[in-house]
Every structure is written in structure tokens, then in C-alpha cells.
């Protein structure tokens, strides 16, 4: 009883839902609490999946049956008269004439036919979705699926560290037999495993510490047609410009520095697997693409059609962003001709759609890309995701921060590639920032669409071109005079020429969403401080993590597994930082600096 007691100490019980996982106290095993935003959000989209796969299913079984019907009566009135002579007996009929036995024998195959059941009634039953996990961890996102989501068979859970496949087998045991019954794990590598599985899975999730690239190839290729795959990236440094040529070789694609850069990310990495899948003749139909905390997260749908991969130039683009002045340029990589036979044909796109200074401030412009241009989202799923969450409250710990995320996404203009900030425009001009509600009303009253995007809270997606985008800019700076700016700055130059539009800044009925409105919560703060990426599972924590995990955490771990020398190191010939009482707002670094002053001085 000792011994277990002892055991026990080593961990602790962490829940979340409806699982619950044993978790060594040491960093063995990687897990990280913030992630509940993000298994949250899975789930609710593995909930929409298998409801829209039923549906998809049984729609299916009724076209089949309507075009058994249709077949049906044309088969009647053949035999009613009205085209004897294509029937099939008739035909017998007149071989018969001059070969009896041959006649005979084509009479015993259509009987025999006629017993056998028909193809329209062979319908495929459908079986309960298979899930993978490729980097399962400590297994808590397979618990949760396998308890939570109802109506999913089995749930693969794949790593390829020892300790993280004994810690999931001994979490799957702790759930009992509700999991034990529906999860497994193996210790395997997940690229290895998947491309030996191929299109087994109706759902893939690839959730890796850092940048999902080295799994997406065998991926795309566990994934059955129809299937669901779940993809994280967590990498944004790289994403979003800090490391442009490190984002090339990874995901094929240079970015570009703007206030959009969350966002291209996410097209990035959708652009991506769609490289990806292409080579196998499959292509992607993205469902949900979400910017949350500090990760993207994008949920598409893979199939299978040698043709369709050819309308792939038709969903990238280039993009072109002035190095001056916010405005920024798309470029489709391909179009498409219509000939006089109505067949189409592909072909490489027009341009260029810039020209080399940019026609507001003068600017150059760097180029980035390609980026995925198409819709992100699909509007039937995010409504219905969001849906299903609000009649399940209860079932999802991260409720608010999920139904938060979903009604900004049902908001925005998903045929609108990449967004503006408005403060941003307004800073370019050096003016003071026009409300949103009347920069709204002021592009709604211009004739175009404009709305908000879950990215930034000050973020603007519109169709309006962007010379009606500054003439706006211009009228409001007529109505609120600015300061000379110098010459050759972008601003000067916008408003150096004449509006050719008057903006109408009367409040527009549209300049609200229906969720403002209501005042439905769409941008939540952290839960807490220190909310964001954990240090990877085996790393010996030091003070270098302070910015991950805080001081009272960094203090925490010196106390269990520093050394002394460690602890010289943090601050030398001092006491150790616990006994120093490190104020949460006070940086480790900067009492580092003080204390070696200190020293210096002393006599």
C-alpha cells in the first residue's frame, strides 16, 4: 500500500471533459492546459463532421432510389408499347428465330438477373468514422474524442516516444472500459504509419509541437475520400514573415509583413496541404480555418478527382503589399477560357494587376505567396458547428472562448482574402482613427460589403477597392484637419489627390452585426497570465522560460530540479530567486542585471 502510495505521488490527476489523465508531475509528458480551446473546438467540429457524413450518406441513398424510380417507369412504358422494338425480350425474341438454344440461355441469364438484388439497393453502410491521432502525447485528445463525441469507432492514438505511448495506455486504462474499448495506442512513427494505412481514416488530426510540415504528405494520403483533417501549426514566427525563407522551405510559400499576417498564415498552411494532396489527384474544401491564442488550426475536408486538381491555380494568388502604405494586391495564379463547344480550358493568369510604384503613395512592393485565396470557411458548417455548441453549453470547458471564435468566423465575408486595420490605414494618413461603426456605414453607403474578422478586433474585410478604400480616408481628413506631413511620406502623398467619391458617414443599418447587436461576446482576453505555448516534454526548465511559464512556475521548478550550480547561474553569489521573492511583473533578466551592479559595486 506504501509502494502504490508512492506512485501516486509522482502525479497528478488533471480532467478535462470527460476524461481524466494521470500526469507526471516531471515534463516527461508533454501536455499543455491551454490546449483545451483547442480540443474544444475539435470536437465541436468532429460533432458537426459526423452528423454532415450521416446526412451526406442518406442523401446519397436517396438519389439512388429516385434514379431507380425514374428507370422504373421508362421500363414500364417500354414494355406498355411505347418502343417495343429496344425492348430486351424482343430482341430474344428475333434470335431465337435462328438460334433456339442461344435464345434459350440469354432467357435463363436475364431470369437469374432478375432474382439478384439490385445495384441501386447495394448501398455501403455506413460505418462509424475511424480517427487517428498522429502525436497523441499523454492521449487526452483520443479520451476525449472517444468519450465525448458520439457515433465515432475507433480512435488510433500514434507516438513515437516510449514514455508518451505508456503514459496513454495507462490514461486509456484510468477512463475504463468506455475507453479501453474504443482507443488504442502504438508506439509507431505517425509518417510511417500513415503511409502504410492509406485512405483508412475518416479523420486525421495532426496537432505537433511546432510546425506540421514533415506529416502533411502522409497526411493527405491516410485520409479517406470525404474525410476530415485536423491540422495545427503553431510555428508563427515563421508564418507570419519573422523567417520568410524558413517558410519557404517548409510550406512552399514566402510571406509577406502586414497586419493580415494571422490570417496568411492560415492560408499558408491551407495552401500547403492543398500542394500536398494535389500530388495524389486530391484536393482540399476547407470547413473551418481559426487564429486562436497562438497557433492556426485548419479543418478541411480531402477528395479524390484527377480533374478538380485542375481549377487548383484558380484558388492561389500572389499578393502584392506596399512597402509604404497598407494597400495590398492579389494575383490568381490561373484563369479559365470558355470555348464555343462550352468546354473550358485552363490557362496561366493575366498580368500584372500592379503596377512597380504603387498608384496611392508611390511606394515599391514586396511579393509573397502563393497564399490559398479561396474561402477559408464554409458557411453551413461554422453555423452549424456554432449551432451544435450552443445546444451542448455543458460538454465544452472552453464554451465561451469557442462560441466567441464561431460567431466572429459566421461574420465575416469568407470570399474576402486577407483583411486591413483600421487604426493601421488611419496611423499611414496620420489622422485620428474614424470610428468603426462610421467607417463601416461610410464603405455600406458606397455601394460595397465590408465586415469584421475573428483575427483582430480591428480588422476590416472588404470588396472595396482600395482607391475608394483612401478617397474615404480623404473626406474624413477634410472633416478633421492633420498637421503637415513630410513630403515624401506615404500619407502625403494619398492625400495630395482629390477624392473622386464623397463619403456618406451617416450610420448605415448594416454598420453593426447582428451579434453586436446582441452584444455577443467576439473577442475574449486570456484566461489567465502566461497563457500561451509550453516548454516541450524532456526540457529541463530554466530561467530562460520565464516569458512561457512565469516566475512563480520558473521558481517552482528551480526549487525541484535545479542544481546549486544552476542556481549560481541565475543570479551568482545570491541567494536563490525563491528566497529573492521575484515579483510577477518583474522580469528574472532584469534582477539579474541589477544584482551583477550590485556586485560590481561593492567594495
Known amino acids: 500500500m506504501a509502494e502504490v502510495e ?187 504509419y500513415m503511409l502504410t494505412h492509406p485512405k483508412e481514416f475518416d479523420v486525421v488530426d495532426l496537432d505537433p509541437y511546432g510546425s506540421p510540415s514533415i506529416f502533411l504528405d502522409s497526411a493527405v494520403q491516410a485520409v479517406a475520400d470525404g474525410g476530415l483533417l485536423m491540422c495545427t501549426a503553431t510555428d508563427m514566427a515563421v508564418l507570419c514573415g519573422t523567417n520568410g525563407e524558413v517558410c519557404y522551405s517548409k510550406y512552399g510559400s514566402y510571406p509577406t509583413k502586414g497586419k493580415y499576417c494571422h490570417e496568411m498564415a492560415l492560408r499558408i498552411l491551407l495552401a500547403s496541404i492543398e500542394s500536398h494532396a494535389n500530388r495524389y489527384k486530391r484536393y482540399i474544401v476547407p470547413v473551418l480555418s481559426v487564429f486562436m491564442d497562438f497557433y492556426v488550426r485548419v479543418f478541411v475536408r480531402v477528395f479524390t478527382s484527377a480533374s478538380e486538381i485542375k481549377n487548383t491555380p484558380l484558388k492561389l494568388s500572389y499578393i502584392y503589399q506596399c512597402v509604404g502604405c497598407d494597400s495590398f494586391h492579389l494575383q490568381c495564379l490561373g484563369r479559365t477560357v470558355s470555348k464555343k463547344n462550352n468546354s473550358v480550358k485552363h490557362a496561366p493568369a493575366i498580368g500584372p494587376v500592379v503596377f512597380q510604384e504603387c498608384s496611392d503613395c508611390g511606394k515599391k512592393f514586396n511579393v509573397g505567396g502563393p497564399i490559398w485565396s479561396a474561402p477559408i470557411h464554409d458557411q453551413d458548417w461554422v453555423v452549424s458547428t456554432l449551432t451544435g455548441v450552443k445546444s451542448m453549453k455543458d460538454r465544452y470547458p472552453a464554451y465561451d472562448k469557442i462560441t466567441s471564435v464561431l460567431t466572429t468566423v459566421s461574420e465575416e465575408l469568407h470570399d474576402i482574402p486577407l483583411f486591413f486595420s483600421l487604426h493601421n490605414i488611419a496611423g499611414t494618413v496620420k489622422c485620428t482613427s474614424p470610428s468603426l461603426v462610421m467607417f463601416r456605414s461610410a464603405v455600406l453607403n458606397a455601394g460595397y460589403r465590408i465586415s469584421s474578422t475573428h483575427v483582430n478586433p480591428l480588422g476590416v474585410k472588404s470588396d472595396a477597392p482600395w482607391d475608394v478604400i483612401w478617397d474615404i480616408m480623404r473626406c474624413w481628413v477634410k472633416n478633421h484637419p492633420i498637421k503637415e506631413q513630410p513630403r515624401d511620406s506615404p500619407g502625403t502623398a494619398i492625400l495630395s489627390k482629390s477624392p473622386t467619391l464623397e463619403a456618406n458617414f451617416s450610420r448605415a443599418g448594416a454598420a453593426l452585426s447582428k451579434a453586436q447587436v446582441k452584444k455577443a461576446k467576439r473577442f475574449l482576453p486570456n484566461p489567465e497570465r502566461h497563457w500561451g505555448p509550453k516548454v516541450r516534454a524532456g526540457r529541463k526548465i530554466t530561467s530562460k522560460h520565464i516569458s512561457l511559464l512565469g516566475p512563480e512556475a520558473i521558481n517552482g521548478a528551480l526549487n525541484g530540479t535545479v542544481s546549486h550550480e544552476d542556481r549560481n547561474e541565475v543570479a551568482p553569489d545570491k541567494p536563490a530567486p525563491e528566497s529573492e521573492g521575484i515579483q510577477d511583473d518583474e522580469p528574472l533578466t532584469k534582477r539579474q542585471k541589477i544584482s551583477d551592479n550590485e556586485q560590481a559595486n561593492e567594495p
Not at 440461355?105 to 487517428?132: G, Y
Open 6 to 192: 508512492d506512485k501516486l505521488k509522482d502525479y497528478e490527476i488533471k480532467r478535462e471533459g470527460e476524461a481524466e489523465i494521470l500526469m507526471l508531475k516531471s515534463n516527461a509528458v508533454f501536455f499543455n492546459p491551454v490546449q483545451v480551446h483547442n480540443r474544444d473546438m475539435s470536437i465541436a467540429v468532429l460533432r458537426a463532421f459526423v452528423a454532415k457524413r450521416k446526412e451526406e450518406h442518406e442523401a446519397l441513398a436517396n438519389k439512388r432510389n429516385k434514379s431507380h424510380q425514374k428507370n422504373k417507369q421508362g421500363e414500364t412504358s417500354i414494355q406498355n408499347g411505347e418502343d417495343a422494338s429496344t425492348s430486351q425480350l424482343d430482341e430474344v425474341a428475333v434470335v431465337s428465330e435462328k438460334e433456339p438454344n442461344k435464345a434459350e440461355d440469354e432467357i435463363d441469364d436475364l431470369s437469374k438477373e432478375a432474382t439478384k438484388t439490385p445495384s441501386w439497393k447495394v448501398t455501403r453502410e455506413l460505418k462509424p468514422p475511424l480517427v487517428l491521432e498522429a502525436l497523441a502525447a499523454s492521449g487526452l485528445r483520443s479520451l476525449r474524442y472517444a468519450r465525448e463525441v458520439d457515433g465515432l469507432g475507433k480512435v488510433v492514438a500514434l507516438d513515437n516516444d516510449k514514455a508518451s505511448v505508456e503514459a496513454c495506455k495507462r490514461n486509456i486504462k484510468f477512463n475504463g472500459a468506455s475507453a479501453t474499448s474504443k482507443v488504442e495506442a502504438h508506439l509507431a512513427d505517425a509518417r510511417v
